[in-house]
T-cell receptor
Framework: GAVVSQHPSRVICKSGTSVKIECRSL??????MFWYRQFPKQSLMLMAT?????????EQGVEKDKFLINHASLTLSTLTVTSAHPEDSSFYIC????????????FGPGTRLTVT | AQKVTQAQTEISVVEKEDVTLDCVYE???????LFWYKQPPSGELVFLIR??????QNEISGRYSWNFQKSTSSFNFTITASQVVDSAVYFC????????????FGAGTRLAVHP
């Protein structure tokens, strides 16, 4: 099956700093990737849709200047949480859309961000 | 509007019991897809099944079975003879045709299987 990786799996950063999370599709090209956030004991909430070579589309209520998304290649999308605050602590999950075989989203293992 | 409702927040069963997780969806589209995912404590989502709106056949895969009923807009998931390893959060999700491939997730049902 298709494989999507995320790096890092866990990160702890200090309040006010920025942190970058990478999402890679390892065995297929993905023109579209999605970024989700999941707070403890809650569901996945779509933050934004990342499109290769163009600007990301953010969901309502998500600050695009705070959550910078770059999709510079067909296998890599990055999410940068800028000026992180404790309330940004969450589990961030990416998925990559594979067009072949049914437009399926393949999920990464997630990144647990803790802001102290 | 599109919506997925998983009314059961938490379910606790004893090993070997059968358990059904409910999923009710809302959409006005005639073409859509329904999914079930498992999220174990590790956090990684595990794909279980995809169903399109034109296929109402029930499906069985080992101890797992799914019942899709368009008349009641439900896509329920049953685990037969549950095992401790089934303990996880289970999410039902909806994807509509033309919806930019976005997935709409339900709130999830936390299943605890006790020995």
């Amino acid at each position: 099956g298709a494989v999507v990786s995320q790096h890092p799996s866990r990160v702890i950063c200090k309040s006010g700093t920025s942190v970058k999370i990478e999402c890679r599709s390892l065995d297929f090209q993905a023109t579209t990737m999605f970024w989700y956030r999941q707070f403890p004991k809650q569901s996945l909430m779509l933050m934004a849709t990342s499109n290769e070579g163009s600007k990301a589309t953010y969901e309502q209520g998500v600050e695009k200047d705070k959550f910078l998304i770059n999709h510079a290649s067909l296998t890599l999308s990055t999410l940068t949480v800028t000026s992180a605050h404790p309330e940004d602590s969450s589990f961030y999950i990416c998925s990559a859309l594979r067009l072949a075989g049914g437009h399926e989203q393949y999920f990464g293992p997630g990144t647990r961000l803790t802001v102290t | 509007a599109q919506k997925v409702t998983q009314a059961q927040t938490e379910i606790s069963v004893v090993e070997k019991e059968d358990v059904t997780l409910d999923c009710v969806y809302e959409t006005r589209d005639t073409t859509y897809y329904l999914f079930w995912y498992k999220q174990p404590p590790s956090g990684e989502l595990v794909f279980l099944i995809r169903r399109n709106s034109f296929d109402e056949q029930n499906e069985i895969s080992g101890r797992y079975s799914w019942n899709f009923q368009k008349s009641t807009s439900s896509f329920n998931f049953t685990i037969t003879a549950s095992q401790v390893v089934d303990s996880a959060v289970y999410f039902c999700a909806l994807r509509i045709s033309g919806g930019y491939n976005k997935l709409i997730f339900g709130a999830g049902t936390r299943l605890a299987v006790h020995p």
